[in-house]
Every structure is written in structure tokens, then in C-alpha cells.
């Protein structure tokens, strides 16, 4: 029995380009073979829980705009019948992963004991949800920004018995995770940060995450948990500065705690945008160091200075993503999870379905082209021949060499070089071939 919540919906079907379905797929066919893999095993798509369901429609200025019947989300009866509808959407959708903070599932008690409990209880539930229907948990995680607790920060708040609050807090979002089988544990550090180093010690707050996180990895061992920990970059909003600031950031912290075999990350293309970067920028580094995890799929308004979490509709920013991902072996662990919402406008339940059908097709579309450019080889081979220099025995003599070696070698054979063009209107026209 379904709760009549989608309605006149049918099941969303690929119907190819020539569909005028607004809810049908033109472009994601799950089973079509992308580099000898299925597309859906490509992409592995996610909900995301929070601003799905969770969210409310609100913003900086205005109050809710969504009237859901599991709304206000305040008792165990709804938190249930938003699980129900939950996974009728991810049934209609097809999507195989789901994600969850424990605030989304279960309602905030106000104590910790309670909070146990009904997290508990509604896991339970979800699991047989999750055996009924298949779809399965990319990642789970603990909401450490939302209710006022967490005002100072979760691992580097002032307050012991915050950090305690938030270890346990944890320890009960990683058993949960367990219990359903999810296939990663994220951290994102909401409000692990400051608003203004007049009242903050850096030194201290830095040293505390680092040895939570390290209690987080010793407790997945403990625990024999098989997945993947992964820590979420973004650089500001709600802090004027939070620690895990970009890529390249949470990469030297990990190293600095002695992390970065156990830690990976999960990059998401809108906080990528509030750092000042593209999202291959931020793909680009953590394949370079062996870091990558799992995506947040995503867009912000350009014209905005805030995260607005829009779905994806940008087919070239997707393929270049995708590039890097195809490049680095595709995900193992990881996945695409949709950290997007509507627009405070669309109220309607077939907008939720609409959403997610216009990311998925955008994400097929990014895909295919990625794997075509990685089939074609032309980037790989321009890279080859932008640094085929380096290939020979004296100019990896010089690495092994001191200034002043090379310097004599400089002047004795009068080295004078002449710059090489750097062709990048023609990359960039190379790749609006395959978009």
C-alpha cells in the first residue's frame, strides 16, 4: 500500500532523446555498457535524505514553502511515513544508494539517550524498507551544525562535554551506518571552524579534530566496519571560516594527523564553487594524491555568493568531473550522491521526481562524454607531449642535481629556451567536441 504522496506517478522509464516525457529518462539508461560497465555501476546515484525530504523550503529570509504530510518532523509516526515515501521515490527514480544525516531520520530529542533510541528504532525500520525495495546506503552521517549544541563546533568546541556529545553522537551515526550496510561514514564539518579568532585557539581546536578523527577510525576497525571514512571540504557557510577549507586543505590536515591511508574525501561541486575553485580543480588534486572518495553532485547560482544546492544542468562542468573520476578508476566505495534541492517554489511532489530526473540525464550525458575523451585519448596525449621534456636522462639527471649543477649546465651550453604555446583554446575546442 502507498501513501498516495506521488500519486499518478508512474515508474520513470528511459524513453531516449526524442522523449517530450518530462518524467522520463532521455539520457540515463541504467543499463547501458559505458567503458565495459554498466551506466548505473558507473554513476552509483544517490538521495540525499536532508534536502529531499528533511528540508523545508525555507531560506536566509523566508519560513518553510513545502507542506509534506510528514511535517512538522517532530514524533517517530512521521519520521516513519517520510521513510515510506522515501523509498516510494526511490522506487519511481530506480536509484540504487541513498544517503542520511541522523537528524533528517529521526526526530531531535534534546538529549542524547533519546536521540539513541529513536535513531535506533528508525534505522530498523529503514532496513526493512531497504530489503523491500532494494536501494541501498552510500553513506551515513552525523547532523553536528543544526540544533544549538553545536553553535561553537562539534571535535573543536570549547566545551569537553560537546566534543563527548559529539563522540557519541558518532560512535551511534557508525553503528547505524553498520547495521544498514552502508558503504561509507562521512564527516562534514559544519561548524568546525570560527567566526572570529579573537575567541579562538587554532592550535587547540585543530589538535582536538585531529584526534577525533582519529577515534573515528580506531572505532571502524573495532567495529569491523568494511566502508570507507570520508571527510567533506567546504570552506565557509555557516563559519566566516571552517578548518576544512578545500582539497588541498583537507589533504595536509589528514597528513598531519597521521590519516591519510585510512581517509578520503567526499567533494562536492558547490563547495568547490565557495572556495574559489572549479570542481575538476578539486577532483584534479585529491586524484593526484590518491584521495578521492565520493562526490556531492551539485551546482550554486553563479550569480550567488551562498550554497544554494541546486541540481546539476551543466553538461560540460559534469564531463570534465567525470574525466577525472574515469581517470582515477571510477568509484569504488563512492558514489554520485545528489546534495540538491528544489527551489523554494516548486512545491509539488512531481518536482521532486523532476529534479532528479534532469540531474541523473545530465550526469549520463557528462559521463559519456568523459568516456568518450578517455577513449580518444587527445587530452592524455597532449599532456604527454606538453612534458615529453622531462623523459629524457638529463632532465631527470637535474631533479637528482643542486642549483649549482644546473646552473654551470646552464651556461655552458647557453641554455636560452623558447616558450611552447600552451593550446588551450584548442583543448578547450577539443573538448566541446565530445559535450
Known sequence: ????????????????????????????????????????????????????????????????????????????????LKADIAFEMFELLGQPFFCWHDADIRPEQGNFADNLRTLEEITDYIGEKMQDVGTKLLWGTANMFSHRRWMAGASTNPDPDVFAFAAATVKSCMDATHKLNGENYVLWGGREGYETLLNTDLKTELDHMGRFLNMVVDYKHKIGFKGTILVEPKPQEPSKHQYDYDAATCIGFLRKYGLEDEVKLNLEQGHAILAGHSFEHELAVATAEGMLGSIDMNRNDYQSGWDTDQFPNNTPEVALAYYYVLKAGGFTTGGTNFDSKLRRQSIDPDDLIAG????????????????AMIEDGGLETELTNRYSGWETPAAQAMLESNLDDITARVLADAVNPDPRSGRQEKLENYVNRFV
Open 1 to 80: 500500500m502507498t501513501s498516495g504522496f506521488f500519486e499518478g506517478i508512474e515508474k520513470v522509464r528511459f524513453e531516449g532523446v526524442d522523449s517530450d516525457n518530462p518524467l522520463a529518462f532521455r539520457h540515463y539508461n541504467p543499463d547501458e555498457v559505458v567503458l565495459g560497465k554498466r551506466m548505473e555501476d558507473h554513476l552509483r546515484f544517490a538521495v540525499a535524505w536532508w534536502h529531499t525530504f528533511a528540508w523545508e523550503g525555507g531560506d536566509p529570509f523566508g519560513g518553510a514553502t513545502f507542506e509534506r504530510p510528514w511535517h512538522p518532523q517532530d514524533d517517530m509516526g512521521r519520521a516513519k
Open 356 to 371: 532528479h530526473i534532469g540531474g541523473m540525464d545530465v550526469c549520463a550525458r557528462g559521463l559519456k562524454a568523459a568516456a
